[in-house]
């Protein structure tokens, strides 16, 4: 397999060299961070009264996590560290909870932020020569302005599209011969229902690989994706809080995602005791950002679950590889008092061969008890075959399911297109048992 590297120094750094680099980039973050008034607040309670306090990489455990309500009390400017003119971007979440979480950055962050992800994009095996549509949504996302950047650092030819309108993004995918796309599983999955309608082939495509995230998803339906385009589908991992993509790349070995560890400390602790964990044991990954001075976060709780990988990895890149992100800590369901992720419930339905592209989890009450339905879109086919064929394949679904989670679910089966789409982060669970 050919290896490309965009900063073959930094990408290949050993360990002993790659950790000081982090301790030294950590003490300028600690600098930045006693800038704001919230860490200044929240770092001299901790018993930390100057950068000089933090000497090692252990010390890093002296300073209190920050959590996603710490930057929405901060808002606007709580947690900023460089004044208004030095900063030249705003990114910010959706805000559906009310107060949005608004990131800044300054121009040399920019930069730190594009030559991350030019590293994420060369690392996949993408050069100058490719075609890339951004499918991810322009504007307060990170998800389409940063690989936008990222992807003309390298030379590529960018299609900004952005989200969104089927017929048109498989029309340019033709017309511009693109060969990289970038977008979230769940739109992917939807397109490709959607080819035949608009009179189109997947060999009259020049497709070679996707960049998939912003989303949870299973190894199957990566698996899924890779077979339907014929293409090499690489994980791709970020939040908002810490830049956005880039923080996790799978490079072209594709077997789990490189965290750019010059760039962020990782830590994965026990999301009830908030202890560090070994290597290898899955908890919530805790992030610290290196080179962000216009607002330095330090050990950010993402309440994403995953696990790390310290063992080198085929490339010979050193940083250490993330695992699949598992589930959120928020987004664990409890049915009947047995827990279970979504991405528990896709991973199997997308082992299946006759289910097509699109599902939904339902919750609901029966009585006094819970009711998981799991909705699933099967390939047309299956529908002009017999009844029997149908119940058995319900039947097929439902037991793969009981002997993955132990739940009884309900499956039921629908024709390709009936279920909602999501041209972004799609929404798979509906919860409607504290309504009734
Ligand atoms: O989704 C940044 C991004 C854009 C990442 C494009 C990758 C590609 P936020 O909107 O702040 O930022 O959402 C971050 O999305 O905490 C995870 O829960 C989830 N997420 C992101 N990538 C993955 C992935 C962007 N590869 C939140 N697998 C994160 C699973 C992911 N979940």
Sequence with gaps: MEVNYWNPDVETLDRGQLEALQLERLGNIVTQAFKTPFYQKRLSRAGIKSPANIQSLDDLRKIPFTVKDDLRQSFPKGLMAVEMDEVVRIHSSSGTTGIPTVIYYTAEDMEN?????????????????????????????????????????????????????????????????????????????????????????????????????????????????????????????????????????????????????????????????????????????????????????????????????????????????????????????????????PSQIEEVIMSVPEVGTNYQIHLTKAGSLDKLTVRVEIYSKMFTGELGELEALRNRIKDKLKASITINAHIELHEPGSLPVFEGKAKRVVDNREML
Aim: net charge negative; glycine share 8%.
């Design 113 to 341: 932020w594009t030559n991350i992800l030019a590293r994420s994009i060369v690392a996949t095996g993408c050069t100058s020569k490719d075609v890339f549509q951004n499918m991810m949504s322009y504007g307060l996302f990170t998800g389409g302005l940063g690989l936008h950047y990222g992807t003309e650092r390298v030379g590529m030819t960018v299609i900004p599209i952005g989200g969104g309108n089927t017929r048109r993004q498989i029309q340019v995918m033709k017309d511009f011969k693109t060969t990289v796309l970038h977008v979230t599983p769940s739109y992917l999955l939807h397109i490709h229902s959607k080819l035949a309608e608009y009179d189109t082939t997947i060999d009259e495509l020049h497709l070679k690989k996707a960049f998939l995230g912003a989303e949870p998803y299973s190894e199957n339906t990566r698996k899924k994706l890779e077979e339907l385009y014929k293409i090499d589908a690489y994980n791709s991992y970020g939040l908002s809080e810490m830049n956005g993509p880039g923080v996790a790349f799978e490079c072209v070995y594709k077997e789990d995602m490189h965290v750019w560890e010059d760039a962020y400390i990782l830590e994965i602790i026990d999301p009830a005791t908030g202890e560090v964990l070994p290597d290898g044991e899955t908890g919530e990954v805790v992030l610290t950002n290196l080179i962000r001075s216009a607002l330095p976060l330090m050990r950010y709780r993402t309440r994403d679950l995953a696990f790390v990988h310290p063992e080198p990895c085929k490339c010979g890149r050193t940083h250490w590889r993330l695992s699949r992100i598992q589930g959120r800590t928020d987004d664990m369901l409890i049915v009947n008092g047995v827990n279970v992720f």
